[in-house]
């Protein structure tokens, strides 16, 4: 069965727990955990890229010059494409990326990914992660004290999430929206035993 280092807030280690076999001990599968972050940066791009065909450019509605004997070659318009200020060909236009993946195939990517950082030793559980003020330093002194530099924070406490927002590298999410992408992305994962407790819940 898969195990982690459980810390206090101090960042000293007061022993370990035992993982979930069924979220943090399977086989990881790549092929679908590229899938699932591939699908999630699609689903991240605007697609508000747009510029001007012919049809859209102004000017151009009269014929540059006779169709015949000026020994150039004919031409109808000056907002052709091949023209200066011309429209564009095939022009991009706003359009959505998005596209879904079913269930199973996003669980198993989630299971993959924590599989893999627990294999690797790189999920870290947290008895209580939490904090009675905001204080961007105390937490930077918790994450330098457990050596974590990029991380993904796994908490429900607003007083951590809002300490922790402004430290580069690292991201926080609550249990229920934890996402493929955000782990393969960390170093390391952190999480509140509580949040674990959630996880294992609903995912095993």
Known sequence: MPKANLYDMAGKQIGEVELSEAVFGIEPNQSVVHDVVKNHLANCRQGTQSSLTRAEVSGGGKKPWRQKGTGRARQGS???????????????KPRTYRYTLNKKVRRLALKSALSAKAAAGNV???????????KTKTFQSFLNTVESKKAVVVTGCPNVVKSARNIPGVVTS??????????????QVIIDRGALAAIEEVFA
């Open 124 to 134: 870290l559980v947290v008895d209580k992660l939490e904090m009675g003020e905001i």
């Open 174 to 187: 609550p249990a229920a929206l934890i996402n493929v992408y955000d782990i393969v992305n960390a170093n």
């Open 78 to 92: 000056t907002r052709a494409p091949q023209w200066t200020h011309g429209g564009i060909v095939f022009a991009p």
